[in-house]
Nanobody
Framework: QVQLVESGGGLVQAGGSLRLSCAAS????????MAWFRQPPGKEREFVAV????????GYEDSVKGRFTISRDNAKNTLYLEMNSLKPEETAVYYC????????????????????WGQGTQVTISS
């Protein structure tokens, strides 16, 4: 499995921006579909965004479309999530996840379908 380490979380005011990073190691990064999930306090983990192996296609949860951008740099083995116009209800631990998606189905929203996870980074948005 690939090892994942998130960074970039912190405290920001509503309407602000943050950029999360996820550094991968141990396996060939470009062999993995990558995604971001988040887990608000007391709630289940939820899908945020997903990106294909080469970064040619992306998918987003409806509530973040137009505000969040997922991207990857395969040369740097790094996944990113640019978050703008943040809302207090988006306070959560943000996780990156990886899966080889050997069946070719890259657009996956179910966290059970991802084989590797980072430890998470806390994002807190104050009102």
């Amino acid at each position: 499995q690939v090892q994942l380490v998130e960074s970039g979380g912190g405290l920001v005011q509503a309407g602000g921006s943050l950029r999360l990073s996820c550094a991968a190691s141990g396996r060939t990064f470009s062999n993995y579909v990558m995604a971001w999930f988040r887990q608000p306090p007391g709630k289940e983990r939820e899908f945020v965004a997903v990106i294909t192996w080469a970064g040619s296609s992306t998918g987003y949860e409806d509530s973040v479309k137009g505000r969040f951008t997922i991207s990857r740099d395969n040369a740097k083995n790094t996944l990113y999530l640019e978050m703008n116009s943040l809302k207090p209800e988006e306070t959560a631990v943000y996780y990156c996840a990886a899966d080889r998606a050997a069946d070719g189905r890259w657009y996956r929203r179910d966290p059970r379908l991802f084989e590797s996870w980072g430890q998470g980074t806390q994002v807190t948005i104050s009102s």
